[in-house]
């Protein structure tokens, strides 16, 4: 049985020892510089071993895997010591600040031979998972473009802008949507309540060659929204991550472009036809991911949101920060990194089976 | 009492008919290229007196007003007929293809002494003017920004793109809720489905000093969507106009800037209040667009949507379409154009009593 | 081509003038007993010609068809003085107060060789057709039952109760849907705004052997609700008339019945499926009724809505009346009276299809 | 510090485990029959005493207080042993399955001096608090009705019918809200899936004097609603379980009455206001619940779900019950059982305010 060992006590941290110990794993240690923090997860989980100096749980023998839950400034670092000190890391997202420190990890597991996995929890959930299936199916037709939303009050961060906190969530999912890297974005954005700090951000990025993806993203505003609208040619369907039942809705709509001709007639036909909403089974993607990293480092498969799938984003938030910088400009991206961003779903599936609530 | 033509019988000519009639104006004259068109008007009001000649119509004694409601590119032409022949003009938006088209409307209906109004008539609907007061009393604090969106499957237009056909709804709404004029353009767009016309498009305002807009407009999205946020340092609200009955959500949710202090804590405070969905009366805008403009006729008074208001978008448009051009480059307008864009409402007020279904 | 003559210029009046101008006939003749709401309407018409004597109307030779739009109370005088006059006549709903002056009415009909019709308007709506032909085809598998709400605030009338005023829509609907008479009814009720006049009532009805439908009534609720549930023991159908795009949702859920077994073990097995929205084309459904009105008097078709079916629903009415006032005893009803209430759907299908807006 | 032992490891008992552990109680002891279940809570709990005769944990002395979360049959006999072993006992709803034996346990927690507690858990949920306030202020005026919808797909239940099932909340809800006992009862069910188990039902309640309730219960609906509007002569509120942050709508609207006069003219005038929706702090409900339940053994406290609330509940459903097996006949209720039903509720108010999530 695999040894498990959490560092960071905050949000994230309790959830993954929650999981961990669902899925009959040794959840054994944590690690928090809060000592109140530690007490209060501890309460639930007696037999858990705590520490303020996470150097103590690297060090432990029975550890074999490390989740790193902590402020995203400390990312790096501590996924470097954690595989230095021979362990597999399921890191929070993003994977670190700039790509330069996500390569080193990349090429760190690599070398070592560990697993490496970013916890874009996103891919991990049947309504993603049901979307991909069906953009790459063809039902529909040729994707023209994506617009995403992401909206709710709060939480402001401290160091970061409202961009490198919510819109990894959409490049993530995107990259696994189009199975298409990102070539090129730009962003704009402001800061409204901390000078300096964007907490509105508007960022358009390219997918290959011609796929186009408008992303908004903001900490200001009074609905909580967090839709995604992919249109292609042959259908169109919403995402609404808010909607408990009914997140995935496709619309049998389309337009059909005007046959040429010689007479510069302008007729275009529209199509309406029905709204399908398919079932979704229910399942807690931090699950499905959990039990995602145990499996990766029993079969040394590579995970879905392996270490270039996260440098990935960090290279595409990179370049938007460049452009936020430097009043929208176009800034292009080179993200063929590698060992190919996606991987087969084959698996997800039985693990998203497994996963059901 | 004051004599009515009408020139084009397409989609809104019609239904200009139909509210002077109700209205009791003397409704005499329709005009339109296509006979068959108007023979289906005059089946429902056969006093009308029809013709396929529009300077018949502008010929005729009677007719102290007329309407243009024709495609885009006959706007300035059919106007400053109307205006030569000495009628009132309430012409259908956008007034112009260009701002110099534009302005010498303006300065001709000034010179004649005549009413030129154009057909901005969501600035006749109670959730306008409800919005309006609410963000003029300070009820929501300093106004950070405002995102809108109009969304839906087609219309698709054979000469415009979708920025001409629907944002003008929203860059007059946002100059007479906020009373400001707008300083800097620039706007992003793809045509997916006709090579070189655009049907979806961002565009991003600055209103005055600081204010921002975000608009999104779409002729290629599976929902109908008609819905401005606007989001104020005290109040946020949300202006859905596919609703009903529930037009506008005002949020008391806010969060206050952290103090200033030298200990660099990371304080914000959020707040969390109820919602209230204000009573609108029911009221049909074009019916109010209408009665105000035989008020300003009678009156003289300048209506709120005058020519001034109407050249304002215009010029705003133009700017926004170079800034679509040119790589969404930052384009500044210049709005000063003469007397205030914007008027009291307080004659409106009493419109929208007496439009009431 | 047809002469047609409307009777009463209150809500529903001028909404048939309306429609059988635009659909061509005849519109000739318009009876109130108010000028000044004849007035009203002839500003829009002015070629109608207008009477505060109905008798008037009645005896115009040029008037081949009657509609008569006048409070229930008025029905069945109006309705055998036309029928008398000899002409054919659409009369709103319910057909009269009482079952036998609507089977009068239907007799007299008969003998006169004469259409009466009655103005049952969902039935002319696409959805109720779309939610029959499902039914029918059997996709639902067996029929369990009906729940039926319709509710607003108001509009009180002054002499009949809630019951009379909107259940006659449902009795309509569910004998058009089901293809099954009334055989029992029950009712509860109370009047809480006006002594001895019920604002609320629930009326329960078996329809056939044993298919139940419960209908929840109310002019005192918050929200506008128009929502029925089809529960089928392969899959349930919600049909909400109050939304715009999205009238009918197609669950496919269900639960089996437990196999028969010697063991005593419970076990119910669940099925979830998706959900499907059909597009249902924008239809007013007057102007179908209308149009059909005027095809079956051309072709002596048996209407739809024909006085055997109105005759129907004013038995179920006073079966539950006769509850209501009795401790909400159960009370048969026998509604085997002759032609049979449903006629086919072919020939509505394509004047659905003609009504098409 | 108290401590406690939880009966019964099904859908309940691990949430009680898990909200008295969040608590700071003394968890100790947990007895089911199934090992395989008591094995999967002590997985995440290993301190935890387990056993599968639920005698042993009766006779452990740390065991000052026994929740039990059993099936409904054994409710009353395993609460009457715990109180008889000297424990203050917090059961699962309804407390019986007969008045006779819900009155017996009442009797015997008296005479001991011990807390009985029902876990009727809406009475702990910040919505329900609210609009028991509001009721109580007279802000909407005199209650005239109250109509509830509980509808689902499923849990179909063995022995118990849908009543039994979902009513009891409904019962619970509307004694607190209203501050009346129920006075009659009548009821009206069907069995569609299992013969002789009610799946749909409707409950009709008088409440004191003259306030009266609907209650629609089903498990064969398609749409999870848990929907209760209550209508005063002034506003009108729907209460709607399944949304998550607008649980509460306020509607200012209402009907005036007409005048006593001497001419009978008919005439109601409506107000048609805003609507509001207030904030709710987010809360378990069950951890106020347990909250309130610990707090009552220290203080000594009559639980706001006391014995005699449980006890008036089945009473309520026993009358609806027989009405059910003899054609909805009317049955009296009487439910002045001793101490007051209702509580003050100032110190909930507390444990809400500490419940917060």
Redesign the interface.
Known sequence: MLGLGVIGAGYWGPKHV?NF??L?AAMDWLADTDPGRLEAVK?????LRTTTDYRELLAAREVDAVVIATPVATHAELAEAALRAGKHVLVEKPLAQSSAAARKLVELADARGLVLMVGHTFLFSPAVQYLRDLIRSGELGEI??V?SQRLN??I?Q?DINVMWDLAPHDVSILMHLLGLPVTGA?A?G?G???TGIED?A?V?LTFGEHV?A?I?V???????VRRM?V?G?RK???YDDVET??KI?I?????E??PVSGFGE?Q?S?R????????LPSVEPLRAECQHFLQCIETRQLPLTDGWHGLAVVRVLEAAQASLRD??R?YEVDCTLGPLVLNGTADLDETLEEAKV
């Open positions: 929650r110990v669902g009959g309460a639930n989980y007696p037999h023209y473009y617009h009050l709060g402001f401290p730009s704009h402001r409204y309540v901390q509105v508007q358009n186009h408008m908004h903001s900490w200001l505003d009074p609905n909580k609208t249109v040619s169109m369907v919403v039942l009914e809705r619309f049998d709509k389309g337009v472009p005007p302008f275009l529209y309406y036809g029905s709204i399908t909403v398919p079932y009043s929208s176009f």
